[in-house]
């Protein structure tokens, strides 16, 4: 059972190149979910879904997109990368609003 | 405006004590709580919750407080054991049903 997986583990990006950060779930949840943590902080929304189709911004969407065309997938796209955007990102999934939410491993990105 | 607040980043504990995790919230409207564990390269895993109408919630060396007065949880780890070592995040929701989290706290257990 592979949960909520993450790719790439790790990527360096130059300022103003982009990016997607892919998400699959294999546990048929209907809610998604991005996280930035950032050092030291503690994770912060940015983008999610309540099923395919249909997404909403979280706390920090500046500088991101999302699309969710299948229940499994919700890939984060970062279109002109920033230094700002350095951050470890988690991506999340539960099969309901107030459901425990089920991690993925991480995606660390580095802008430089 | 950090609505979710662990003032601790760190804590150290010898193996076979407790370790207390605190949490402080400033939202009233939050209904539940949660306790999440992260190890280094890995993402959170939940550990144990508690909902705003109970004030005790355990699982097994795990357990949780709250204080709904003055806006306090608390998470307690009997006996703490190396393999405990990790970062918990403290996180609650609301009526939006988003997940509002703190900083984290280290915890390092030592043999």
């Known amino acids: 059972n592979a949960g909520v997986t993450q790719t790439p583990k790790f990527r360096i990006l130059k300022i103003g190149q982009s990016m997607t950060l892919q998400c699959t779930q294999d546990?048929?949840?209907?809610?998604m979910y991005w996280y930035r943590q950032d050092p030291g902080m503690g994770l912060k929304l940015i983008y999610y879904?309540?099923?395919?189709?249909?997404?909403d911004k979280g706390e920090v969407p500046n500088g991101y997109n999302v699309s969710r065309s299948t229940t499994e997938d919700f890939p984060l796209r970062l279109e002109l990368a920033a230094p700002s955007q350095t951050s470890v990102y988690f991506c999340?999934?539960?099969?309901?609003?107030?459901?425990?939410?089920?991690f993925g491993p991480g995606t660390r990105l580095l802008v430089l | 405006d950090q609505q979710v607040k662990q003032n601790s980043p760190s804590l150290s504990v010898q193996e076979g004590r407790i370790s207390i995790l605190n949490c402080d919230y400033t939202?009233?409207?939050?209904?539940?709580f949660l306790w999440y564990k992260k190890y280094p390269a890995e993402g959170p895993t939940f550990l144990i919750s508690?909902?705003?109408?109970?004030d005790k919630n355990e699982d097994g060396r795990f357990t949780v407080f709250l204080n709904k007065s003055a806006k306090h949880l608390s998470l307690h780890i009997v006996p703490s054991q190396p393999g405990d070592s990790a970062v918990y995040f403290c996180?609650?929701?609301?009526?939006?049903?988003?997940?509002?989290f703190g900083k984290g706290t280290l915890l390092t257990v030592n043999p």
């Open positions: 879904s309540v099923g395919a189709g249909i997404t």
């Open positions: 508690i909902s705003s109408i109970k």
């Open positions: 939202n009233s409207m939050f209904d539940y």
């Open positions: 996180a609650a929701k609301g009526s939006n049903y988003k997940l509002t």
């Open positions: 999340a999934s539960s099969y309901g609003p107030g459901e425990t939410q089920y």
């Open positions: 546990m048929n949840h209907n809610y």
